[in-house]
C-alpha cells in the first residue's frame, strides 16, 4: 500500500505569514495531486505535479514535486483568510491507467485574521 | 466543464434500512467512477472503482454485499449502502474520471444512520 504522510496536521497562524506544508512517502508516484477541501463539501484540485522536480505556481501557491517523485510540498506566501481549509495530497494507486486515488490525512490550516 | 453532482447531499435514516446515493457526471461522459468515504477528521479512503455496464472493483474489507454499486451509464453511478447501522455513518463522496485521468470530486453526501 502507497501510504502519504501529511505534515504539519494542523497549522494555524496570522494573515500575512507564510507557510509551508509537506507530503511525504516511501513509494514513488508518477504524478501527486493537491486538493483543498471545504467542510461538508468535495476536494477541489489545485494541482498536478508530475516531473520530478517540477514547481508549479498558482497565485500565492506554490507546489513542488520531489526529485525522486518520492515527496511534495505546498508553500503560500502572504496566507489570507480565505486560504483557510483542508489540504489534501494524493497519489494513483498504480502508475497508469484511470486509477483510484489514494490520499494523504491532511493538513488543517487555520489562518487567523 | 467537469462537473460532479450527488444526490441527496444528505440523508438520515433509521438503521436496517437501505439508501441509494446518485453521483452524475453533468457535462462530460466518465469512463470510471469511483467512490470514497471520509469519516469525521479523517482523509478519503477509496471504497470501490466502478466502469460503466460491469462490475465495481471493491477495495480490501470494502463488503461488496453491503455497498451496492451500479453504473447503467456513462453519467450515473449508484452506491447503494443496505441494511445501513450507525457506523455506517459518513460523508461519501463520487468522482468521476475523463479518459485523462483526471478526477472530478462531487460534493459529497452525509449519511447518518439512527
Known amino acids: 500500500t502507497q501510504l502519504l504522510e501529511q505534515s504539519p496536521q494542523f497549522l494555524s497562524i496570522q494573515e500575512g505569514e507564510n507557510l509551508t506544508v509537506y507530503c511525504n512517502s516511501s513509494s514513488v508516484f508518477s504524478s501527486l495531486q493537491w486538493y483543498r477541501q471545504e467542510p461538508g463539501e468535495g476536494p477541489v484540485l489545485l494541482v498536478t505535479v508530475v516531473t520530478g522536480g517540477e514547481v508549479k505556481k498558482l497565485k500565492r501557491l506554490t507546489f513542488q514535486f520531489g526529485d525522486a517523485r518520492k515527496d511534495s510540498s505546498l508553500h503560500i506566501t502572504a496566507a489570507q483568510p480565505g486560504d483557510t481549509g483542508l489540504y489534501l495530497c494524493?497519489?494513483?494507486?498504480?502508475?497508469?491507467?484511470?486509477?483510484?486515488?489514494?490520499f494523504g490525512k491532511g493538513t488543517h490550516l487555520i489562518i487567523q485574521p | 466543464g467537469a462537473v460532479v453532482s450527488q444526490h441527496p447531499s444528505w440523508v438520515i435514516c433509521k438503521s436496517g434500512t437501505s439508501v441509494k446515493i446518485e453521483c452524475r457526471s453533468l457535462?462530460?461522459?466518465?469512463?470510471?467512477m469511483f467512490w470514497y468515504r471520509q469519516f469525521p477528521k479523517q482523509s478519503l479512503m477509496l471504497m470501490a472503482t466502478s466502469n460503466e455496464g460491469s462490475k465495481a472493483t471493491y477495495e480490501q474489507g470494502v463488503e461488496k454485499d453491503k455497498f451496492l454499486i451500479n453504473h447503467a451509464s456513462l453519467t450515473l453511478s449508484t452506491l447503494t449502502v443496505t441494511s445501513a447501522h450507525p457506523e455506517d455513518s459518513s460523508f461519501y463522496i463520487c468522482?468521476?474520471?475523463?479518459?485523462?485521468?483526471?478526477?472530478?470530486f462531487g460534493p459529497g453526501t452525509r449519511l447518518t444512520v439512527l
Open positions: 494524493a497519489g494513483p494507486y498504480s502508475g497508469g491507467g484511470a486509477d483510484g486515488l489514494t
Open positions: 457535462d462530460f461522459q466518465a469512463t470510471t
Open positions: 468522482s468521476a474520471a475523463r479518459t485523462s485521468n483526471t478526477q472530478y
